[in-house]
């Protein structure tokens, strides 16, 4: 009966996670600038691949943030909130991806390990999902004009503690297959989590490189 209840509430996370990709940046691709100094092209672009090299992989930062521009221009704080928000998108992918491995893996029950370590990976990245989540929330709510500038400091210090969260049940995940046996599960699960990982950590960076600025 337990596995019966996992695997439907599994299926049923996986059938909501499509509309939620395919939103959460719809923001930043109807050109929606609201906020943002004005800026020719090449130099919107200049100012992404800067801001990227301060990141730990700047060539995947670029080649995920620069379609965006034109919306974020040259504001830190925009490029960081759409960083944010590709980082959810690919965190929600991949928690699409293992509910379905979990699934297949506890049916399957080889005696591995293999079962137990994606359903781990699981529950770990649906907490990463929810903190980046509400990280997304607080950085959009600081383009309110109303906001001062300590409310402003105070919204950054909350994101940088939810990604850096988000970022470390991230690793518990690719961690816990330390001791499973080297399969197609493994290899896929952890190559998977560990380029969400990348897209989180950058996403940090960006948000640590704004608050700084402030």
């Not at 009966?1 to 599994?10: G, P, V, W």
């Not at 998108?89 to 991949?94: L, P, Q, V, Y």
């Amino acid at each position: 009966m337990t596995r019966h209840f996992l695997l439907l509430s599994l299926l049923f996370f996986a059938s909501t996670l499509s509309p939620l990709i395919s939103t959460v940046t719809a923001g930043y691709t109807s050109g929606d600038a609201s906020g943002y100094i004005s800026g020719d092209a090449s130099g919107d672009t200049d100012f992404i691949r800067q801001s990227c090299n301060a990141t730990l992989y700047p060539d995947l930062c670029f080649s995920s943030l620069s379609p965006y521009a034109a919306a974020v221009q040259r504001s830190p704080g925009g490029l960081a909130r759409v960083a944010v928000a590709v980082a959810l998108a690919k965190a929600h992918g991949a928690a699409a991806y293992l509910s379905h491995e979990t699934a297949t893996a506890l049916s399957a029950d080889s005696g591995d390990g293999a079962g137990a370590a994606v359903h781990d990976c699981f529950s770990n990245l649906e907490d990463a999902v929810d903190e980046i989540r509400g990280s997304l929330k607080q950085m959009r709510r600081l383009r309110r004009p109303d906001g001062d500038s300590g409310s402003v400091r105070f919204g950054v210090s909350n994101v940088l503690t939810w990604m850096s969260a988000a970022l470390t049940d991230e690793e518990t995940c690719t961690d816990g297959f330390e001791g499973v046996e080297e399969g197609p599960v493994k290899t896929s699960v952890c190559n998977r989590v560990t380029r969400v990982k990348k897209f989180t950590s950058n996403a940090l960076a960006l948000v640590n490189g704004f608050a700084n600025n402030l």
